[in-house]
T-cell receptor
Framework: DSGVTQTPKHLITATGQRVTLRCSPRSGDLSVYWYQQSLDQGLQFLIQYYNGEERAKGNILERFSAQQFPDLHSELNLSSLELGDSALYFC??????????????????FGPGTRLLVL | AQSVTQLDSHVSVSEGTPVLLRCNYSSSYSPSLFWYVQHPNKGLQLLLKYTSAATLVKGINGFEAEFKKSETSFHLTKPSAHMSDAAEYFCVVRGQGGKLIFGQGTELSVKP
């Protein structure tokens, strides 16, 4: 168990709809990253937040947005959904090394993912 | 820009035989490299990481990887495969700003 939680586990929705995916980072981690895993694109970085502020953007569509709240949990909002948005969405967090508490920004711990199916 | 290339999309070994999963990287500076494993219908688990300390990195479950700058490689090995090692393995390089850049993955099959 990485300590990163994601809800829901599975999501089935229709084209044109909007969904929200939620991520809770490991206790004490300030950085949250979102990734998308699809059959044709593989694993791709979407966006990063650090302590509530957007830090970096990857291949994230304009229909997608994210935020990180004061309690450090993050939400990824996907709107005007298309069939091609069906994928596994992972959240990762980084910050502290388990056991020692040392700050290790480069090690990211992944949640179990949310599987989105758009019909 | 950083990138990784996994040279095999699928590797099949027999239980008890060695595992070799190959990865080449491209980086304009000293890279941070990782191997992650994804079991079916599960999340991504960190196997090991290289961050410019020892070139031979030991990870969990008996896996290790050797960073070879001259060959720009970071191959993952294990002396003896176990059935539970069957999974998808990703070679990863840390890019600008901390984002992870994943290879296309290597599916490891282990035959009894």
């Amino acid at each position: 168990d990485s300590g990163v939680t994601q809800t829901p586990k599975h999501l089935i929705t229709a084209t044109g709809q909007r969904v929200t995916l939620r991520c809770s980072p490991r206790s004490g981690d300030l950085s949250v990253y979102w990734y998308q895993q699809s059959l044709d694109q593989g694993l791709q970085f979407l966006i990063q937040y650090y302590n509530g502020e957007e830090r970096a953007k990857g291949n994230i569509l304009e229909r997608f947005s994210a935020q990180q709240f004061p309690d450090l949990h993050s939400e990824l909002n996907l709107s005007s959904l298309e069939l091609g948005d069906s994928a596994l969405y992972f959240c990762a967090s980084s910050g502290r090394q388990p056991g020692t508490g040392r700050f290790l920004q480069e090690t990211q711990y992944f949640g179990p993912g949310t599987r989105l199916l758009v019909l | 820009a950083q990138s990784v290339t996994q040279l095999d999309s699928h590797v099949s070994v027999s239980e008890g035989t060695p595992v070799l999963l190959r990865c080449n990287y491209s980086s304009s500076y000293s890279p941070s490299l990782f191997w992650y494993v994804q079991h079916p219908n599960k999340g991504l688990q960190l196997l090991l990481k290289y961050t410019s300390a020892a070139t031979l990195v030991k990870g969990i479950n008996g896996f290790e990887a050797e960073f070879k700058k001259s060959e720009t490689s970071f191959h993952l090995t294990k002396p003896s495969a176990h059935m539970s090692d069957a999974a998808e393995y990703f070679c990863v390089v840390r890019g600008q700003g901390g984002k992870l850049i994943f290879g296309q993955g290597t599916e490891l099959s282990v035959k009894p």
